[in-house]
């Protein structure tokens, strides 16, 4: 989600003057002689740096029978490479001070770290190391390890109130061809049954050079950095493009059945509503997040207010956008221990056809955006953030400077515009629900089917 | 996603000047490695270490009777922070916590005499201003973060909602709903949070403030008065310190922060922490969360107060037994066992009472296992102490969190009201840095001797289904109390 806020001019004679172009994101950049692309932005208020290294392979990627793997490689990206035993990634990044994780979506999987200055050899080593040579690295024990941990993940995911729903969504909004349908964390027998060379054979198809965009942001010398990044690179080969992937947003179907339930461990009942919208990036993907905020901001938006603060329908609610790369979805999402789900159904799609009848008022679309846009900027602060963002405008628009052009778009959104996707996205007849009620009370939308989740 | 796992610790660190440079100026730095040769993989690079930046003790302002502002610089971020705190809190309005008190903690940033709700709220996302208030037994107050270029008008709120707020019956109405619902509800169904809740309400007696127990009775219905007059009270009861960071120079905040405090507080030491005495005797309490799969399971152990001399060997012990990736815990019950998503400890030095926690989710089947894992391991660090290796690690830690203190105005914020909240100065938090680095080993082990024994008291709390767990207790040889989830989030129990 890329987002512009307005620039407030300065209002105080004693405040500092207003930054030139805060949403200004202009590294250096190279393309190394393996493909791999590497943005460096100097940024000198602390001596840490922050690394950012996206690889453009997700749960989508995933084969049948390999379901989760591509998040069970990420657990594997830390447990050795050729040249780094087991334990020794996390080991020599910690003794140098330094923190780091990643995560793993639909779309991609991202490696981020941040550290001392000094430890920038360190990072690239440790990085190129694992980009290069990871096969050396892959031991049958340490696969088996991380089957069991990821399992675990799962199981203790699933075993917080609510912990399944986001996977139940996917499985019932989208089809089972769909690229999205299955969850990211995967099903258990795929997962249990993983091999090292299946793994093997993943990374080989996916972790290229080719395949990957890397940012410094912090307090380096860009040519330096630069030299740094060539340096500790150029043995990792260039294994060529990566295996080919879907990259057409074809419009998703609803589902013949659109209701769907399941039983949790909660004394609350929570609707979720979903309709199917527009990819990241799409034209209409700016509106549609000020949709949402418009609906769900806090006190004095329309959801909000009818389902909480005016009211004692529901103990919470809210609303979002969410746009990945060959999908978006809005979601609407209440939770009330008394309310019946139809009732809070109905008050959904009340607000959702005020919107479709008439345009929200300037205010209210200059408060959505300010709130949003104020996210975006107070995230350029962050070392981390900006290495993220820069990575991911330059993957999405083949620049690392979009947000200016990518902000301007929700500046020039306009009532009309919100009332528009409103219509054309989220009609009552392509709403789906998933209601997670306590077990054994019911309490579902009526026709809701349960979601198995395998 | 890979893990949990962040720094625990402070985060604070050194602001430069833009024209500045911390640590290594990495364009003067030759680094051998670089050059034709291609690199060497045949270990790992040298690591050039970062100085431990000098932090500077804030301005001090007198702003009236009783309050002061402690100012710091931070250049080049892009908010100002005011955290405006009283230093009085439900202990010394009440006695108690008491519902009209936790109740104003709660409200103060709804509305107020100028700004009815909807517009208060409207107002703040119009001009980016975060607000939010807060009650604590010794503390309260209200907390700014506002854009530089927008300060007038976040000022005006915050002074706004510290000094006029009207608690409007409905939001105290809907706030007593929400605890009903949280304390009947939804707490309970949420095994970490019922074990939390166990933990705590067993720490703390239930005749003492702060262990005190939740009256559902009280949450039936509210005075508005009351929260009123409590409001009222509070506000001249005792001393205010403003910490304020940001890029605004302070001849330009202090017109702006006169008027947020201009009559209010009262001169006088801050509210004090109350007595605890630690447990003696081991526990073991736990939850029946019938039909559960996974069990979270915490251990407390009492551990060094605020001022006590192990306090900074404690830490660093507490950063190998469970404060990162690779520590002790996690390495044996994650990476090598496969047990958990993740174990991790906590320490918290509070001025009267210190504990250590342990918190890990396991399936219910590795219970016992788990328990024999995490006992063996502290074992370790008192028979083996803590490594060379592992102290390095530990102290490389805290400097990058301090060396990152001045990151935003946001983080020297936090650095800057803790130092403040645990009644100390600069000085005494860059002692500690400095007593982390001198310690060794042989220092560190003679500390988790005396405090990590096997005779220390233990509190362990399980929640999990008791049919599936009944037997592993059994085998442990432990006599366990067993609660309801309802009787263990809402502490009902001695």
Redesign the interface.
């Known amino acids: 989600m890329l987002l512009l806020a307005l620039l407030l001019p300065a209002l105080a004679a004693d405040g500092p003057p207003v930054p030139a172009d805060p949403l200004a994101l202009q590294p250096q950049v190279r393309v190394l002689d393996n493909g791999l692309t590497v943005l460096v932005e100097p940024r000198t208020r602390t001596d840490s740096v922050a690394l950012h290294l996206a690889y453009q392979v997700g749960a989508r990627d995933e084969r049948p029978g390999e379901l989760g793997c591509a998040h069970l490689f990420e657990h594997l990206m830390f447990e050795g490479s050729a040249n780094v035993r087991t334990n020794a990634f996390d080991g020599w990044l910690t003794a140098a001070g330094g923190s780091n994780n990643a995560w793993t979506s639909e779309d991609l999987t991202a490696y981020h770290m941040t550290f001392p200055s000094g430890a920038l050899d360190l990072a690239l080593f440790l990085e190129s190391d694992r980009m290069g040579f990871l096969d050396a690295g892959l031991e049958d024990d340490n696969v088996a390890n991380q089957r069991l941990v990821v399992l675990q993940e799962r199981a203790e995911g699933y075993a917080q109130p609510g912990g399944r729903s986001w996977d139940a969504l996917s499985r019932l909004t989208f089809p089972p061809d769909h690229p999205y349908h299955h969850p990211v964390i995967g099903t258990v027998e795929d997962v249990a049954g993983f091999q090292t060379e299946a793994v093997r054979d993943f990374w080989h198809r996916h972790y290229r050079s080719q395949n990957a965009v890397l940012a410094l942001v912090g307090n380096v010398d860009p040519a330096d950095a630069l030299e740094r990044a060539a340096h500790w690179f150029a043995d990792v080969p260039d294994a060529g493009p990566p295996e080919p992937r879907v990259t057409e947003a074809a419009p998703v179907e609803v589902p013949a059945q659109r209701d769907g339930l399941i039983e949790d461990d909660v004394e609350e009942r929570t609707l979720y509503a979903v309709w199917h919208t527009v990819p990241l990036g799409h034209e209409d993907a700016p509106a549609l997040d000020l949709l949402a905020q418009i609906l769900s901001g806090g006190r004095g938006t329309r959801l909000d207010d009818r389902l909480y603060f005016r009211s004692n329908l529901a103990t919470g609610s809210s609303a979002f956008h969410y746009g990945a790369e060959l999908a978006g979805q809005m979601l609407l999402v209440a939770s009330s221990p008394k309310t019946p789900l139809t009732r809070l159904a109905r008050v959904m799609d009340a607000e959702v056809a005020r919107l479709m009848r008439r345009p929200p008022t300037e205010a209210e679309l200059d408060r959505a955006r300010r709130a949003l846009g104020g996210w975006v900027r107070d995230r350029l602060e962050d070392n981390a953030s900006r290495a993220e963002l820069m990575v991911d405008c330059y993957r999405l628009h083949g620049t690392p400077d979009c947000l200016g052009e990518e902000m301007a778009r929700y500046d020039a959104v306009t009532p009309e515009d919100v009332q528009r996707v409103a219509n054309q996205y989220l009609g009552a007849e392509r709403r789906m629900t998933l209601s997670v009620v306590p077990r054994g009370r019911g309490g579902a939308m009526p026709g809701a089917v349960e979601v198995e989740l395998p | 996603?890979?893990?949990w796992?962040?720094?625990l610790g402070l985060w604070s660190?050194?602001?430069?000047a833009?024209e500045?440079?911390?640590?290594?100026?990495?364009?003067e730095?030759p680094?051998p490695?670089?050059?034709d040769a291609?690199?060497d993989?045949?270990?790992?690079?040298?690591?050039?270490?970062?100085p431990l930046?000098d932090l500077d003790e804030p301005e001090i302002h007198a702003l009236g009777p009783g309050i002061e502002a402690w100012y710091v610089p931070v250049d080049?971020?892009?908010?100002v922070n005011v955290y405006a705190v009283v230093h009085r809190g439900m202990h010394d309005l009440a006695g108690w916590p008491t519902v009209p008190a936790q109740a104003m903690g709660q409200a103060m940033d709804v509305a107020t005499t100028r700004y009815p709700?909807?517009a208060l709220?409207?107002r703040a996302?119009?001009?980016?201003v975060e607000l939010y208030s807060w009650l604590g037994h010794h503390s309260g107050g209200v907390s700014l973060s506002v854009?530089?270029?927008?300060?007038?008008?976040g000022v005006e709120l915050l002074g706004e909602v510290l000094r006029a707020p009207v608690f409007p019956r409905k939001d105290l109405k809907?706030h007593l709903?929400?605890e009903r619902?949280r304390l009947?509800?939804?707490g309970?169904?949420?095994?970490?949070a019922v074990a939390h809740a166990v933990t705590t309400y067993a720490w703390f007696p239930p005749d003492h403030p702060y262990g005190a127990r939740p009256d559902l009775s009280a949450l039936q219905r509210i005075s508005r008065k009351e929260v009123v007059d409590l409001h009222a009270q509070w506000l001249r009861s005792g001393p205010i310190t403003l910490v304020v960071t940001g890029?605004?120079?302070w001849?330009?905040?202090s017109p702006h922060l006169e008027a947020v405090v201009d009559g209010l507080g009262a001169p006088g030491e801050p509210s004090e922490s109350l007595p605890v005495a630690p447990p003696t005797d081991s526990r073991v309490l736990a939850v029946d969360?019938a039909?559960?799969?996974?069990v979270t399971l915490t251990l407390r152990l009492p551990a060094p107060v605020q001022e006590d001399d192990d306090r900074v060997a404690f830490e660093l012990l507490r950063y190998a037994l469970g404060g990162?990736?690779?520590s002790r815990l996690n390495?044996n019950l994650?990476?090598?066992?496969?047990?958990?998503?993740g174990a991790r400890a906590t320490y918290h030095p509070g001025r009267t009472s210190g504990h250590l926690t342990v918190q890990v989710?396991?399936?219910a089947e590795n219970l016992a296992a788990t328990v024999g894992e995490i006992e063996h391991e502290i074992a370790r660090l008192v028979t083996e102490g803590v490594t060379a290796?592992e102290l390095?690690?530990a102290v490389?830690?805290r400097?990058?969190a301090w060396?990152?203190t001045?990151?935003?105005a946001d983080s020297t914020r936090a650095f800057y009201g803790q130092r403040l909240l645990a009644g100390e100065r600069l000085a005494q938090a860059r002692e500690r840095e400095a007593t982390a680095r001198a310690l060794g080993p042989e220092a560190v082990a003679e500390v988790a001797g005396r405090w990590l024994a096997a005779d220390a008291p233990r509190q362990w709390v399980i929640a999990g289904d008791r049919g599936q767990l009944s037997e592993q207790l059994g085998a442990l040889g432990w006599e366990t109390q067993w609660l309801d989830p309802l009787a263990g989030y809402q502490g009902a129990f001695r």
Do not use: C
Request: aromatic content about 6%; charged content about 30%; overall charge negative.
């Open positions: 996603m890979r893990g796992i962040a720094l660190g050194l602001a430069l833009e500045e440079r911390a640590g290594v100026d990495p364009a730095d680094d490695e670089v050059g291609g690199p993989r045949s270990g790992p690079p040298d690591v050039l270490p970062s930046l080049g971020v892009r908010r709700a909807d709220s409207t996302d119009l001009f980016e854009p530089a270029e927008s300060l007038g008008e809907r709903r929400d619902v009947t509800l939804t309970p169904s949420s095994p970490r890029p605004v120079p001849e330009g905040l969360l039909g559960q799969e996974q990162h990736f690779l390495a994650r990476e090598d066992k496969g047990y958990t998503y989710d396991v399936a290796e390095e690690w490389r830690a400097a990058f060396n990152e001045r990151r935003t």
